[in-house]
Each structure stands twice: as structure tokens, then as C-alpha cells.
């Protein structure tokens, strides 16, 4: 008699972390070896590929067309919008062709659960790395605000331009919001913004906006429609 197999599943997520954040309530849960972020009720990232995630860290670097490799000019310098649960930012700090990373989070609990909490083991490296500096501040506002200018802006705040975590957000896939992008980039820089879909209305929305070479690359998913990266150039 052939021996019984016992699935185990992880049982409903267990809450580690609950707070009132600047927009609303923010939740660290785990769920079975997972670790996940709930912003006001929906569902943000949990720790189970990053695949995508590194797709628009490779992707910007890829689209800055061989500068990153060149001795001749200082090393590129790229602005990560969301830090989330590290992905990107671990995945950038391992790369030593980034001269800067800068990352900007305007939510205070996120980054205390990287500094201090769950999210440590993802990204205790990369926050140490000098080259890495945490900004907490609304990605949208600093845009508009900051002076510094990068090569490359990683943008991974909503679900996509279409499916934003808060109505704030909507404002930076549209004109005002791509304008003060291309200010914060350095001629030839790349936008590089991942969504969990695609969206041509927002690859029509760049070319408008005066962006250059705009494609999306997809990533395939285990089910659904798979993530994407749409890329863009600010003209030289």
C-alpha cells in the first residue's frame, strides 16, 4: 500500500506589524515562509519572486546603452521609487556599475521593517552599501521639489499607472508628473515604471509628454497577465 502524502498549507497570514502611516493604514503580515505589504487594504508585494523587480533594475541599465561600462564618465546614478520589500534596491546595490542609488519611501513603517524589522534579511546589504541613500518622502512631491538629477528613475509605487495605491498617485502618470521626471533625469536618462499590466494609454501618455524609444517589456507570471516594464528616454 502506497504511503500517504500530507499536504501542508501555510494557514491564513499571521499580522506582524500594523500601522497609520501619512496614507492611511500600512500591514506587514507573513504568510507561511512569504512576507507581505497590505497598504489600506490592498495588496502591494510579498518576498515570492522579485522577479520583476529586478527586470526594471536590469532594464534601465540595459537602456543606458553600454554608458554604465565606459571609464570615461562617471558611474550611473538611479533614483528607486518604492522601496517595498528590497527587490529592486538589493538588486541595484549587487550591481557595482551603479555609481549612486537613491531611494525614496514615504512610508516610515516600510523602512523601519528594512532598518530594523522582518525585511532586514532582504536588504541589510544594500543599506549598508555607501552608495545607498533612503529618502522618506511622497515620490511625487519630491520629484517636483528635489534638484539632484539621475540617469535612471526606477518607478514601483502603485500596481501601475492605471491601478494606483492612493489617488495622489494618479498625477504622476500624467503630464505634470512625466515633466517633472524628465527634470529629474539627465539628458538620455531612462523612466523605467513597472505595473502588474500593460497600458498603452500610458505609452501614448509618454510620447505626448515629449519621451523618446517607449516600449514595454513584459515578464511572464505563473498566472494572468504577465508584469511589465514600460521604458522611455528623455531626448540628449
Known amino acids: 500500500m502506497a504511503a500517504m502524502t500530507t499536504l501542508h498549507h501555510p494557514g491564513p497570514p499571521v499580522v506582524l506589524d500594523r500601522r497609520e502611516g501619512p496614507f492611511g493604514e500600512v500591514v ?32 534601465a541599465l ?45 512610508e516610515p513603517a516600510i523602512i523601519d521593517w528594512h532598518r530594523q524589522g522582518p525585511l532586514r534579511e532582504l536588504s541589510a546589504e544594500a543599506l549598508a552599501d555607501p552608495r545607498t541613500d533612503i529618502v522618506e518622502a511622497d515620490l511625487v512631491r519630491h520629484l517636483h521639489t528635489a534638484t539632484d538629477t539621475y540617469d535612471a528613475l526606477c518607478l514601483d509605487i502603485d500596481n501601475g499607472p492605471d491601478w494606483t495605491v492612493t489617488e495622489d ?45 517607449v516600449r514595454t517589456e513584459e515578464i511572464p507570471v505563473v498566472r494572468g497577465v504577465p508584469d511589465v516594464v514600460h521604458l522611455a528616454l528623455r531626448p540628449t
Open 28 to 59: 506587514l503580515r507573513r504568510h507561511g515562509e512569504l512576507l507581505q505589504i497590505i497598504a489600506n487594504g490592498t495588496f502591494l508585494m510579498d518576498t515570492s519572486d522579485g522577479r520583476s523587480e529586478r527586470r526594471l533594475i536590469d532594464s
Open 62 to 106: 540595459a537602456a543606458l546603452d553600454g554608458r554604465a561600462d565606459r571609464t570615461d564618465r562617471k558611474k550611473p546614478r538611479v533614483l528607486i521609487g518604492g522601496l517595498g520589500v528590497g527587490f529592486s534596491l538589493a538588486h541595484a546595490a549587487a550591481d557595482p556599475r551603479w555609481g549612486g542609488i537613491t531611494v525614496v519611501e514615504r
Open 169 to 213: 498617485n494618479d498625477t504622476l502618470y500624467g503630464p505634470s508628473g512625466l515633466a517633472a521626471c524628465k527634470d529629474r533625469l539627465d539628458p538620455g536618462g531612462v523612466l523605467a515604471v513597472w505595473s502588474a499590466q500593460p497600458s498603452a494609454n500610458f505609452e501614448e501618455t509618454l510620447r505626448n509628454a515629449g519621451f523618446q524609444a
